[in-house]
């Protein structure tokens, strides 16, 4: 099921049923990512990506969410990075889905 895209009700979503699948716009700055909060600032759209929400915080003032990718440990930080949250950079906040597992 998709998630509205306000990070309210994404964060509850987290809170309360873990992880959720996201997708955005993938750019060349994007490759280069190791620390920090990722922020699109240059280079041109190479496509999609679906990676995982883990959760979320806030870094020197900017808000971010936490996600892990799946392009190897020795991407980014082991695997992991933080993108902007609030904004809907590179369309992260509008493509969230979650799933309900059948028991």
């Known amino acids: 099921y998709s998630i509205p895209s306000q990070q309210e009700q994404i964060m509850t979503e987290l809170f309360k ?6 997708a955005f716009s993938v750019y060349e ?13 240059k ?3 190479l496509g999609g990506h679906a990676i995982k929400i883990l959760g979320w915080g806030e870094e020197n003032g900017t808000p ?3 996600a892990a990718n799946s392009w190897n440990s020795d991407w980014g930080d082991k695997g992991f990075f933080k993108i902007r949250r609030g904004n809907n950079e590179c369309g992260i906040e509008s493509e ?3 799933g309900t597992p059948l028991i």
């Open 17 to 22: 049923n873990g992880p959720v699948e996201a």
């Open 64 to 66: 971010y969410w936490l």
């Open 43 to 45: 280079g041109e759209m």
């Open 29 to 41: 700055d994007f490759l280069l990512y190791k620390t920090g909060v990722y922020q699109h600032v």
């Open 96 to 98: 969230m889905v979650a």
